[in-house]
């Protein structure tokens, strides 16, 4: 599967937007990108996932560049429950052992009031 | 509709115990997932169910650890004589898995066991 970067930590207010940006510069084109986060103490919660298109949904919108090559998820209004380890993978949509999810150290997002 | 349940939410155990952990999965998920997370570590793959078989137990890490699966829905992972570093948060998670379109996975809460 392609690696993906994320920053090690981000802050943000509570209300603002909250722009979590991912490289995955070798992405093939079978991947997707997939989000995921993990509140302390809590399962992986998805997010959100997309190929080529930007994507919305009811917890936020995923921003994929036109080379595909990186990403930015947008929690529009953060509140405090947003505060979380954020992760960004990319997996192909079949073939293989794609279903061995892998999680990278992630983007630590935390709220502030 | 309802998510992925685990139960237990929290097993302390002592060292040489047997342990059953079990996972119930969205309705109509026909696959199912067993993955660890040890503390600060990222996710380990353990095994994945296509309804009641097994295709892949590869990521077991011996042979005190086992899983199955009945009537195409619950799940159980039991670990034999537990040791100190079976620790770890044990979580399930399940997918439709239907072949041509994205497979995404649902989570559990997970099960923290302390192995003392």
């Known amino acids: 599967d392609a690696k993906t970067t994320q920053p090690t930590s981000m802050d943000c207010a509570e209300g603002r937007a909250a722009n979590l940006p991912c490289n995955h510069s070798?992405?093939?084109?079978?991947?997707?990108v997939y989000w995921y986060r993990q509140i302390h103490s809590q399962g992986p919660q998805y997010i959100i996932h997309g190929l080529k298109n930007n994507e919305t949904n009811e917890m936020a919108s995923l921003i994929i560049t036109e080379d595909r090559k990186s990403s930015t998820l947008i929690l529009p209004h953060a509140t405090l429950r947003d505060t979380a380890v954020y992760y960004c993978i990319v997996r192909p949509n079949s073939g293989g052992s794609n279903y061995k999810l892998t999680f990278g150290k992630g983007t630590l997002l935390t709220v502030n009031p | 509709g309802a998510g992925v349940s685990q139960s237990p939410s929290n097993k302390v155990t002592e060292k040489g115990k047997d342990v059953e952990l079990r996972c119930d999965p969205i309705?109509?998920?026909?696959?199912l997932y067993w993955y660890r997370q040890s503390l600060g570590q990222g996710l380990e793959f353990l095994i994945y169910?296509?309804?009641?078989?097994?295709?892949?137990k590869s990521g077991l890490p011996s042979d005190r650890f086992s899983a199955e699966r009945t009537g195409g829905s619950v799940s159980t992972l039991t670990i034999q004589r537990t040791q100190q570093e079976d620790s770890a948060v044990y979580l399930c998670?399940?997918?439709?898995?239907?072949?041509?379109?994205?497979?995404?996975?649902?989570f559990g809460p997970g099960t923290r066991l302390t192995v003392l």
């Open positions: 998670a399940s997918s439709l898995r239907l072949s041509g379109s994205t497979d995404t996975q649902y």
């Open positions: 169910f296509q309804g009641n078989s097994a295709p892949d």
């Open positions: 070798t992405i093939s084109g079978n991947e997707y």
């Open positions: 309705s109509g998920h026909t696959a």
